[in-house]
């Protein structure tokens, strides 16, 4: 009983003491800091407490999204002393983007990965890269054949290339695999990634047959001068570890107006983007006068993504 | 004697319970996107598609043909040509010979034709007026709208520009469609694409 009591009060006085040292030491830590005080750090730690208890973005008022939105900015600006401007623009009335990919025209230049990487955040310590552009001999049909790491001076005899990246699928078989719905398809055919609903389970990883997702094995890394400050809620927002992400045909521009950065890069124009709602815009140019076909079409997962040959 | 009477009664439900289902499955499943687009037919209104004001870039022209959706944009050659007007050297006026070097155009090497026999200066410079461009019948083009004379011979790839199979939009797929020159992207003298490196290399995925 007495060894016990002892124990309690010493659990107790333990407590006490270490509350007040880490309580001192954060102090010291904060007020030591150049510039930012302890009211800094504490607004940022404030607002990330308040992060967590936000809904679905599809579940959220307009007035809520912007609430998170201005909680994210305000995180950035304090974390890693960033302006960005996160967007949240929705879907437009009869439009449904679709994209086209000139296997005749490509040369390899691997313009447009470079782009889309700087464009989209994506993280540069694991090199990950939403598009692959792969290089086939004549005669190869998928790019399971093909070379996805070639690196020597491009174009290559007797080889044609192509680029591979998530497809937005009509009918995407991620969406069905997610326990959590932290993706679907938007109204525009967008397939999107509610990044604070990801648990990182990968099972939409495993259900895409075209290879479109990327998984983050580690906090992604971007240097602070080349972040991309124009960004979409959906989109090139700063994504944790853990999490899922995916091309969502630059949905920060797309929804503006512009094309995707991989079509503003690439050298050779082999790339086609527009709404296929439109009966005269250049995507449906396209399929009504090209020889177009769609990669693993028997799957039923309807890409809305064509490759086409002049 | 009712059980079997219930138990034959399911006989009956169950299996049109199933068809109703299935049908129900099929016809209300998600057109496809093919449907989908095959049913767009109606015109868009090509300014209204996104909420966003879209600006035309200052060095964009009108181009002379039109595409399927009326008229469109393309950027101008003679905001890139560093020494246009070329009357300016190219005129009756003796030229300093200090200056020839500089000013002349040895650096241009023409990669463009028949290896045997490639295009002369002349078969697209207008000898007369060397602010034009010149048809193979002798009439004049505008550098801005050189498209017409690139057409000459590459005619399909010219339909394809019109159509849009070919070159690209100047940054926006929506408002008025102002799509890239035919010497935004070749060089007119050596149109074909060099060889080089990559610009940037992929890890493999796993």
């Known amino acids: 009983m007495d060894s016990e009591k002892k124990k309690k009060m010493n659990r107790r006085t333990f407590l006490k003491g270490a509350a007040s040292t880490a309580i001192a030491g954060s102090a010291a830590l904060t007020t030591g800091c150049k510039g930012k005080g302890l009211l800094g750090s504490s607004e940022a730690i404030a607002l990330e407490f308040q992060e967590y208890f936000k809904k679905h973005y599809r579940l959220m008022t307009q007035t809520e999204r912007d609430e998170t939105i201005a909680r994210l900015e305000r995180i950035a600006k304090l974390k890693q002393d960033v302006d960005i401007d996160i967007d949240s623009t929705g879907p437009q009335e009869n439009v449904l983007y679709g994209y086209a990919f000139n296997v005749t025209r490509c040369e390899g230049y691997m313009e447009c990965v470079k782009a889309c990487v700087k464009e989209n955040n994506l993280d540069r310590a694991s090199n990950t890269q939403y598009i692959r552009i792969f290089e086939m001999e004549h005669g190869q049909m998928s790019p399971d054949q093909g070379d996805g790491k070639y690196f020597h001076m491009v174009p290559k005899e007797g080889h044609f290339y192509m680029g591979v990246q998530c497809f937005q699928c009509n009918n995407p078989p991620c969406v069905k695999a997610c326990p959590t719905k932290a993706t679907w398809k938007e109204p525009d055919g967008l397939v999107v990634v509610d990044y604070d609903w990801c648990i990182g389970c990968r099972y939409c990883m495993a259900a895409c047959p075209y290879w479109g997702r990327r998984f983050n094995w580690n906090q992604p890394q971007v240097p602070k001068e080349k972040i991309t400050k124009k960004q979409h809620y959906l989109g090139n927002r700063r994504r944790v570890r853990g999490m899922m992400e995916k091309c969502t045909f630059c949905i920060q521009r797309s929804r503006k107006g512009k094309v995707t950065a991989c079509v503003e890069a690439c050298p050779t124009g082999a790339r086609v983007f527009g709404n296929l709602l439109d009966p005269d815009s250049e995507i449906r140019f396209v399929l009504d006068n090209k020889k177009v076909y769609r990669l693993k079409e028997d799957l039923g997962t309807d890409p809305k993504f064509w490759y086409f040959i002049d | ?206």
């Open chain 2, 1 to 206: 004697m009712n059980t079997s009477k219930f138990t034959k009664c399911l006989y009956y439900i169950l299996p049109g319970l199933l068809i109703i289902f299935f049908a129900y499955t099929c016809f209300s499943s998600q057109e496809g996107v093919i449907s989908r687009i095959k049913k767009a037919t109606l015109k868009v209104d090509k300014t209204k598609q996104v909420d966003t004001a879209i600006p035309i870039p200052k060095n964009a022209v009108k181009a002379n043909v039109q595409y399927q959706g009326g008229t469109f944009y393309t950027i101008s050659r003679k905001s890139e040509m560093k020494r246009y007007k070329c009357s300016s050297c190219h005129n009756n006026k003796k030229v300093l010979i200090q200056n020839a070097a500089d000013i002349s155009h040895a650096d241009i090497k023409v990669v463009h034709g028949d290896k045997d026999s490639p295009l002369a200066c002349n078969t697209c410079h207008n000898q007369d007026n060397r602010d034009f461009l010149t048809t193979s019948k002798g009439s004049k083009i505008d550098f801005d709208h050189v498209y017409d004379m690139c057409g000459q011979c590459h005619f399909r790839q010219k339909k394809d520009w019109i159509g849009g199979a070919h070159g690209k939009r100047v940054t926006y797929w929506a408002g008025e469609r102002v799509v890239e020159n035919c010497t935004s992207c070749h060089d007119p003298h050596s149109p074909r694409f060099k060889k080089r490196w990559p610009a940037t290399y992929s890890v493999p995925l796993n």
